[in-house]
């Protein structure tokens, strides 16, 4: 009994017992106030995801939570608002320094917050957020710590965002937020044709995942803006429309995995801008759209140009398009593109083949062929 009632003095313990009861936020509010040794590790579980901010607001001082329930923050009441010193947010910092992970909805509640506290960070220990953007962000407020490493932006369909929504966002980001390793932009709309934000060097981001429903030069700026940081792993859309992706500067010259989602004309054109020269496993996914067979074929022989000594693990899927009518036989068509060039991958040891096709690749005698150096192992689907 003694062992036990010593055990609970060590701080490890405590929180292990916390983290099992991550789930259980109501056995973790019980354990906060059961004793005062469970206190801290509880309401560090506790307050560690936060996906609503509701539970702050009465936290707030009274003379910004007055701000906040009569004029929800406006710009005019902001204005000129003289911030309460320190003793007043001691409450609501209490909580605060305890969150890691913020899905935030609606960025104006901390937008405002982070205005009146000028050159503070509201959530300090902040390690990945999740933000819907409804207007720029105020050069004068730090809205991201510099102890985030994963940063979602997302634009809620009905709000017609604002192009410099995105361009301040990135810019706060770089400035603040040097750790970042993964940044997500989402279901965006823009009305401007490109970003004027000059290229922005994140010295530690290493993915990064584009599906949004932009403008085709929009993407291209936005990938011109990223494209020199050290990024080795890229999921992207490309919009239905066609691109000029000829550019001056190199694209993402450190990239080791790649997911594209489009046509296979459009994944082509991307490909070809593609700097990298280790990239080892490409993805491309066609689900709508033209995929005619010259186009296959093109983007075959570039894939082979741009990754054929390094490519390791090769994922092809061709969906039923309204250009193809006989599909068993593009299947074959596609299949007699493709297999040809199977030596020239020097390394490749995976090939996925989802094609719009009820055929077997078993059915398919170059599968057996000899010349293929590394491959171990061929997989073949029906879409």
């Given at each position: 009994?003694?062992?036990?009632?010593?055990?609970?003095?060590?701080s490890?313990?405590?929180?292990?017992?916390?983290y099992q009861?991550?789930?259980?936020?109501?056995?973790?509010?019980?354990l906060?106030?059961?004793?005062?040794?469970?206190?801290?590790p509880a309401?560090?579980?506790?307050?560690?995801?936060?996906?609503?901010?509701?539970?702050?607001?009465?936290?707030?001082?009274?003379?910004?939570?007055?701000?906040?329930?009569?004029?929800?923050?406006?710009a005019?009441?902001i204005a000129?608002?003289?911030?309460?010193?320190?003793?007043?947010?001691?409450?609501?910092?209490?909580?605060?320094?305890?969150?890691?992970?913020?899905?935030?909805?609606?960025?104006?509640?901390?937008a405002?917050?982070?205005?009146?506290?000028?050159?503070?960070?509201?959530?300090?220990?902040?390690?990945?957020?999740?933000?819907?953007?409804?207007?720029?962000?105020?050069?004068?407020?730090?809205?991201?710590?510099?102890?985030?490493?994963?940063?979602?932006?997302?634009?809620?369909?009905?709000?017609?965002?604002?192009?410099?929504?995105?361009q301040?966002?990135?810019?706060?980001?770089?400035?603040?937020?040097?750790?970042?390793?993964?940044?997500?932009?989402?279901?965006?709309?823009?009305?401007?044709d490109?970003?004027?934000?000059?290229?922005?060097h994140?010295?530690?981001?290493?993915?990064?995942?584009i599906?949004?429903?932009?403008?085709?030069?929009?993407?291209?700026?936005?990938?011109?803006v990223?494209?020199?940081?050290?990024?080795?792993?890229?999921?992207?859309?490309?919009?239905?429309?066609?691109?000029?992706?000829?550019?001056?500067?190199?694209?993402?010259?450190?990239?080791?995995?790649?997911?594209?989602?489009?046509?296979?004309?459009?994944?082509?054109a991307?490909?070809t801008?593609?700097?990298?020269?280790?990239?080892?496993?490409?993805?491309?996914?066609?689900s709508?759209?033209?995929?005619?067979?010259?186009?296959?074929?093109?983007?075959?022989?570039?894939?082979?140009?741009?990754?054929?000594?390094?490519?390791q693990?090769?994922?092809?899927?061709?969906?039923?398009?309204?250009?193809?009518?006989?599909?068993?036989?593009?299947?074959?068509d596609?299949?007699?593109?493709?297999?040809?060039?199977?030596?020239?991958?020097?390394?490749?040891?995976?090939?996925h083949?989802?094609?719009?096709?009820?055929?077997?690749?078993?059915?398919?005698?170059?599968?057996?062929?000899?010349?293929?150096?590394?491959?171990?192992?061929?997989?073949?689907?029906?879409?």
């Amino acid at each position: 009994m003694v062992s036990s009632y010593r055990a609970l003095y060590i701080s490890e313990i405590l929180s292990e017992i916390s983290y099992q009861l991550e789930d259980d936020r109501k056995s973790l509010s019980r354990l906060a106030r059961c004793c005062k040794a469970f206190s801290d590790p509880a309401l560090d579980v506790l307050w560690r995801r936060m996906s609503l901010f509701s539970p702050f607001i009465p936290l707030l001082p009274p003379e910004v939570l007055t701000l906040w329930v009569e004029y929800q923050f406006s710009a005019e009441s902001i204005a000129g608002f003289q911030c309460p010193p320190m003793h007043e947010w001691k409450a609501f910092d209490a909580y605060a320094r305890r969150v890691r992970i913020l899905y935030s909805g609606a960025s104006h509640f901390l937008a405002g917050v982070a205005t009146i506290r000028a050159d503070f960070n509201v959530f300090p220990f902040l390690r990945s957020m999740s933000m819907q953007l409804q207007e720029p962000i105020q050069p004068e407020i730090r809205l991201f710590p510099e102890t985030l490493q994963s940063l979602e932006i997302s634009g809620p369909a009905y709000i017609n965002c604002k192009d410099s929504c995105i361009q301040t966002a990135l810019v706060h980001a770089a400035r603040h937020a040097p750790f970042l390793k993964h940044l997500h932009v989402e279901d965006y709309s823009y009305n401007s044709d490109r970003l004027d934000t000059p290229p922005l060097h994140f010295k530690h981001l290493r993915s990064v995942e584009i599906s949004a429903f932009i403008s085709s030069n929009v993407l291209k700026s936005l990938c011109c803006v990223l494209a020199q940081s050290p990024v080795i792993e890229l999921k992207i859309e490309l919009p239905p429309t066609s691109c000029i992706w000829d550019t001056p500067q190199s694209l993402f010259p450190h990239l080791e995995r790649v997911d594209i989602h489009g046509t296979p004309a459009l994944a082509d054109a991307f490909i070809t801008n593609v700097s990298s020269p280790c990239v080892r496993s490409l993805t491309v996914r066609h689900s709508r759209g033209p995929a005619r067979l010259a186009d296959c074929s093109r983007l075959f022989s570039t894939i082979v140009n741009k990754c054929g000594s390094s490519l390791q693990s090769l994922s092809l899927t061709i969906s039923r398009s309204p250009v193809l009518h006989n599909h068993d036989g593009v299947a074959h068509d596609i299949m007699d593109a493709l297999f040809p060039l199977m030596p020239n991958f020097e390394h490749l040891e995976e090939l996925h083949l989802s094609l719009p096709s009820a055929t077997q690749v078993d059915d398919y005698p170059a599968v057996e062929a000899s010349g293929w150096p590394a491959l171990r192992r061929v997989e073949f689907m029906a879409t």
